[in-house]
């Protein structure tokens, strides 16, 4: 069967990754970004590499109207939307009394409001369908917490409040709702920092390496498969064992 997937925040990182990873015959993956679109021309010529049919879809994932508008466009193309992917993300970082509360808007906004914007979008046509997966895309840090992250965490951690509640509402009509936290991945994210931090996150992985958006990716298109539709509401952990929750 055919099938129509969006991922948010797929120019570039683990999104890229990902939307390569659900590609193959028969399915048609929708990247949204905001920017980056040379590194986007890259994810839609991985998805065409194995088979899938890739459409560029420009939206800011905190603008409510944009995200509706962007899933009526999909299911007036493509007849239908199957797999939503949470993935766009962003980190403002600072301790919490020097953090300015434009910082934690903005995070909070784009990271956990962003995805409760394109779920509700999404959830009217999957439940037409009666099939649907939703997939956020969370963090460790989200469980753990972070010293500097206050922002970034706490939306990590609605995001699995969120997803654990979805899963409870639309269960009955086939649509399962999980999440995905990966651990510290090789990204441009993590690639900036300076190398005494990275030795002490390594320090706390007793696989003792970074994780890659492959792996992250596996997890996701796992979730997506007919295969998981027994499986809802929970964090599949991808983080070298850092955390055994
Ligand atoms: P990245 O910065 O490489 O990619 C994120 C993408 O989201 C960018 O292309 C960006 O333009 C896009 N984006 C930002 N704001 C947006 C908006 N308002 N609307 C639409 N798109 C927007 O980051 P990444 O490392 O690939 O992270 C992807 C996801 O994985 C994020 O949710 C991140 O929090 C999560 N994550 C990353 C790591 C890691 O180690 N890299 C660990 C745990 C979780």
Redesign the pocket.
């Known amino acids: 069967m055919d099938r129509v997937a969006l991922v ?2 797929a ?5 890229q990754v990902i939307a390569t990873a659900l590609a193959e015959p028969g399915m048609t993956v929708y990247i ?5 679109w040379d590194e986007a021309a890259e994810t839609q010529k991985g998805v065409e590499a194995k088979g899938g049919a890739a459409r560029l879809i420009e ?4 603008d409510a109207a944009a995200a509706e508008q962007a899933v009526e466009r999909i299911v007036k193309e493509s007849g239908r939307l199957d797999i939503l992917v949470n ?4 980190t403002r970082d600072n301790l919490i009394m020097r953090m300015k509360e434009e910082d934690w808007d903005l995070v909070l906004a ?2 956990l409001k ?1 995805a409760y914007h394109c779920i509700k979008a999404a959830s009217r046509p999957m439940i037409k369908q009666r099939w649907g997966r939703i997939i956020n ?1 969370s ?2 840090v989200g469980v753990m917490g972070n010293a500097g992250q206050a922002n970034y965490s706490a939306s ?1 951690a609605g995001l699995i409040g969120l997803t654990k509640t979805v899963a409870r509402e639309l269960a009955s009509r086939h649509i399962t709702v999980n999440a995905v936290a ?4 090789i ?4 690639g900036s920092l300076p190398e005494k931090v990275k030795e002490q996150m390594l320090a706390q992985i007793p696989l003792n390496r970074f994780g890659t ?1 492959e792996e992250v990716a596996f997890a996701v298109a796992f979730l997506a498969s007919e295969q998981a539709a027994y499986i809802t509401g929970q964090v599949i952990h991808v983080n070298g064992g850092m955390l055994m929750a």
């Open positions: 948010t925040g120019a570039r990182g683990i999104g949204n970004d905001v920017a980056h939206f800011d994932v905190t993935n766009a993300g962003i784009v990271n962003g895309i963090s460790v990590k990966p651990g510290f991945i990204s441009e994210m993590t958006a």
